[in-house]
Each structure stands twice: as C-alpha cells, then as structure tokens.
C-alpha cells in the first residue's frame, strides 16, 4: 500500500506513478466488492434456476452457458409469492411499515417542537428521560406488553405493531428531530409569534417545512428498521398467513423448508425488493439516516 | 390559531394554578387514547365484517395516519377555548404529552415491570428472589450463551470497526470507483438480517461427499482438497460462521461512516507529514486515527449495542442449536418455547444492566451540551 508521493520532475510521470501505485489498492478494493456481492449474486442467480438444477449444480456453472433458455425460469417467484403466500406477506408488511413509520414521525415531530421552543415544567427533565430511554433494549418491553396486549385483544392485530413500532421509535426520533428543530433560528419563531401566530400554527407552516430534511433521513432509517424487523413482528403478529409480515413468513420457511433452495433464494429476493429500491433510489438520505440513527435500542 | 376570548381576570388567576395540572395530564392524554379507541374500534368492527384487505389496510392508514393529526389539531382548538391565564400553560402538553404517555406505557412501565418479573417464578406468581438471576448468569446453557455473546461483540466489533476503517482509507484512494465499490460493500445493509441469513445458508450449504456441492464455501473447500463439511453444526466453529454474517452486513455502514470523517481531516495536515517523510502507514496511525477517534468511538459503540442483542441471525440459522445459543434468543425461547416468564425477564435484564454505561454516557453528553 505504499503510495508514492514523491515530488516527480514532470507532471506526467508523476501522473503515471500515481496510478501506478495506486492500482494495488484499487485492486484490493475491488477485490474486497466482488467479495462482497457475490453471496447475494448466487442467491440471485439461483432464484432464476429451476429446482433440480440448483440441487444438482453449482450456481457458477450457469454462468458457462447463461444464453440457453432453459437453465432460466421464474416459476420459484411464481411459486413463492402465490403457493407459500408471499404476495400476501408483502401487502402485511407494507400495512405494516407506512403508519409505523408515519405515526412517530407525527408524534416526535410535535414533541421536539415543544421541547425546543416551548416553555413548560420538566422540560429539561422529560427531555433526559428521552434520551436515557433511546438505548433500552426493545427486548425490556416485550413481556409486558404482550400482557397488556393479551388482555386487550391486540395480539396479531396491525395497530399493535404499529403502536408498538411507535413506542421503540419515539425516543430516537424525538432525539433526531429536537436537534434540528432547536438549531432553527430564533428570531424566525419569535417574529411568527409577534406576528400573532399560534404555536400550531408556527408548527405546521413554519417549523415542518423547515424539518424536511431531518425528517427524510429518519424516515428512511424507520422504514428500514420497521421492513427488516423481526422480533416486533413474531412477538406481535406472529407467522399466520393472514397478518404475518415478509421477514416473519421467511424465517417460517427456513425452518420447514431449509433444503428447498428454490423458495428461499425467491422469498429471499421478495423480501428485499423493497429495500433495495429504497436503497438504490435514496442513496444519500439513506446514508444519512442510517448514520443519524444508529444509536437505536 | 383563534384570537382569545375575553380575559377573566380574578378567577382566571386563582383556578389556573389548581386546573392547570390536572388539565395537563388529560390534554396529553387526549391524543393517544382516542385515536387508539377509534383504531381499535375501526379493527373490531372491520375484523367482523371481513372486509376487503386492501380496504381494511386503506382506511386503517387514514385512521391510523390522519387521525393522529386531526386529533392533534382538536386538542390544540379545544385549549385555545379555554380561559386566558391556564391556556398557555396547557397548551405545551397538547405537543409534547402524546408523545410522554406513548414512552411511557411503551417503555417507562414495561421496563419496571420487567424488572419486577425478573424476581418471580416461571408463572409469575410466587417470589423467587435471585432464582432467575442465579439461571441467567449460572447455568451451563447460559454460560454457552454468554460465551458466544462475547464472541459476538469481540469479533464483530473488532472486525467490523477494524476492516471498515482500512476499507474507508482505501476506498479514498481509488478517484472515480470509490462511489460504486462504496455501494456494493454498503448494500447488505439494506438487507434484512432474515434474507442475510438465507444467503448465508447458501453460501455453507452442505451435500453429501460424492454429490456436487452447491453451497460456495463447499465448493471452494472441496476444491481445495477438503471433505465438504455441514459448516453450522461444527462447534465450535460455527459461532464464527454465524459472527460472519453479521460482519457481511455492518462493515458497509462502519465504512461508509468513518470515510466521511476520513474525508474531514484537513488535507494541509496530511501533506505536512507527508513533507516530512512520515510514511502512509504512519500518517494512518499517527494523523487520521487520532483525528476520528470520536467518530471511531461511536461507531464502535453503535455496533457493540446491535451486536449485544442479535437476534434474528441466530434465530434463522440454528435457532441456537448446536451450542450457537445468545442471549436475546433464549430470552425469546425462554417466553414462547418454555413460557418461563421469570427467566426471560432476568435475561432482558441482563441485556438492559449491558447498555446501561452507554445509557449514562449519552445522558452526561446532553448535560454538558446544555451548558
């Protein structure tokens, strides 16, 4: 890895030895990416194989003749997303990612505001409350509530998960949010009051708008943390075909179906389709989000 | 947002100090309790009508989105209603009071009570004293447990930090590649630690000697002069293999991190050193190491907190067969398997008393930015 930096006579061959030194790194690197991608390329390719080939053959001997049309199918996704019941997984768990993920954001987002320009006892309090709470292990809450669940009848029902998902991810999003929101200029707020405006009012045409970034980065990282999730969704949901949620539906197939590479390299995919897009379309949100929010219990 | 109604001046005065903390409590508690009440009733009736699922999904999202708002925006005109002098001092909870009685009945009850079942039996009936405690830090399957949990942190943290780091420094080195290598050492993140398992199963998947072998790691064994092996129950190996997979996901995201505070170490500082004839391994340890190190702090304590709870890997793979058992799947086990209520809250406990330095530490960074 030694780069040499040493002053050149001419500009050229100091170009020439630039890339010259630095090519080992840039192989390493690649080498490390190509390390990196290849468990999910042979899932991927695998996902496309009809079944007796891809318990028969290694996934990297399509890749001698990968322009015949039979060693390519799409029955696995067929099969995984009607016969196992996949399709319906995914509608559960987009019914259970957007209010999981709107709700706190609602929620936190009233909150921060108060805690950063409202005056009211236990303030500084509350607010250390919060922050004490954003690393407690979700794991801390999971008995009592599935008590508490139980005698209300919210046991494998949408709204437990999605209060449930509101509760884990409040401390963190009021955290997020009351940062940003409390580094907004002050005069700003004080001439909307000046100005007669209401607090709701400052809130919802002043303070909102002004908070889109914020907000974007942490819905993405709630978004993700609520579609991979799944703890929340076994505790709560559970894995009946009716409201269980992708990830629960294949962790349930792995166990019953731990050699039948055809369903699980497809359910695999089903599962990260969402994810992925996201990760693709959103890039730089997603790092930020990622990195704003992974103090998380 | 409506103009106030006409002061009332001695009464005002004399009820806001009694009014304004009972009325506190019920304004915050507006929000979160009807707009639970409406849901709940919205599933109940919709759960009888067996409704179109897609419709039951639509009309939860506009009760469930909607309403919190139009609650929100409710409470905020029913306060302004009231008299001048309590208003103002109720009117903050309408913000901030939804979102303490949420923490509360989600986190602040649920870990007290948490706490309080540790010392009960199985059933949660009778009091056992330390019983729970004496399982959780005692006995020779939580020993197991707590052995591979140590592993986990060691080698996840230390891998993930350490190869994120040197990947980071690289990565800053090759111009034009850097945002594609960064994507593709970054995308497992966005992957599901249930669909990281599934490739991982993949990539140790295991056949018999005289058929081909499918799973990578096989075929590269063989290859190599080996007799293929079943990778997941071969203990105590296979914690490491499971400890894999959890590196495969985190490194992206240590790296991607770490590089932008790479990216923040003045250039000047660097070429100085350089001047000076220190060399790049050097300048790695002697300049940039030490000027990240807050962000090489938390990144490393971000990661020991995933990692101390891991869950989903263990779940998916062995289901912590095989001595590949941690701590927060049998505390899983422990509440639906076995149905011992005592011992699963001794074991969140345990997790819980993990984080607390953390918990304290991020509490006295907020006092000291107060100030």
Redesign the interface.
Known sequence: ???G?QTARSASNDQLRKLLA?AP??I???L???V?????A??LV?SFRPPDD???????TVLSHPFESSVWTLQNYDQVLNAHGLANAL?NS??VT??SV??PI???A??A???AW???PGR?F????????????L????????RLYTQ???NG???GV???H???G??LA?FLLFGYISTLPGEIIESARVD?A????T?TRLVLPLSVPVIASFAIFQF?WV?????VA??FLGTKEEVAVV?AR??AL??RR?EQ?QV??A??FV??AV??F???SL?RY??RG??AG??K? | ?T?SAPAQTPRTSLLSPLTAGPLRVLVSLIVPLIT?LA??WA??FMRSAEAN??LV?VV??II??GG??AL??VT?NLV?LLPEGVRE?V??????G???V??T???????L??VY?SFLDARSQDFVGLDNYAFALTSSDMLIALRNNVLWLIFVTGFVVSLGLV?AV??D???R?EP??K?????????????A???????Y?FQPIQ????G?LN?VFTALGGDPQGWLILRPWNNFFLIAIMI?TL???AM??LS?AIKGVPGELLEAS?IDGA???RIFFGVIVPYIRGTLI??ST?VL?MV??V??IV??MT?GQYDTEVI?NR??RE??TYGN?GR??A???V??IA?IP??IY??RS??QS?R
């Open positions: 890895m030694n780069v930096y630095g790194v840039r390493v690197v690649l490390i990416a190509f990196w991608t290849l468990p999910s042979g899932l695998s891809i318990t028969n053959t290694g996934w990297w509608l987009v019914l957007v209010p709107v709700i609602t929620i936190a009233f909150a505001y108060a805690f409202l005056e009211f500084r509350f607010f250390t409350v919060v922050v004490g709470l954003m690393v407690v292990p794991q801390m809450s999971l008995i009592p509530l599935l209300m009848d919210l029902t949408f709204l999605w209060l449930a509101t509760g884990f409040l401390p009021v007669g209401s607090p709701l009012t809130f993700l579609w991979n999730d799944l703890l076994l505790v990830t294949l962790a792995v166990g731990g590479w699980l390299t359910g695999a599962g990260m994810p992925l996201v990760f693709f890039q997603f790092v990622l990195t992974s103090v219990g | 947002m103009t639970f849901l709940r599933f109940i699922k897609l999904g939860a999202l469930g989105v919190v708002w929100y925006l905020d302004s001092t009117r903050p909870f309408v913000f901030v939804p979102a303490l949420i923490l009945a989600y986190l602040v009850y649920p870990v009570r948490t079942l990947i690289m990565v080195r090759i111009g590649l594609i290598a994507s593709f050492i970054f995308v497992p993140m966005a992957i599901s630690a249930v669909g398992s599934v490739i991982w199963r993949f990539v998947s058929r081909p072998q499918i990578l075929a495969w490194t992206g995201f991607v991190v932008a350089r060399s790049e391994i938390t990144i971000t907190i101390l709870k869950f989903d779940f998916v289901a927060a505390m899983f509440m639906f209520f699963s809250s074991l969140a406990v997790l819980l984080v953390v918990m991020n509490v907020l006092e107060r």
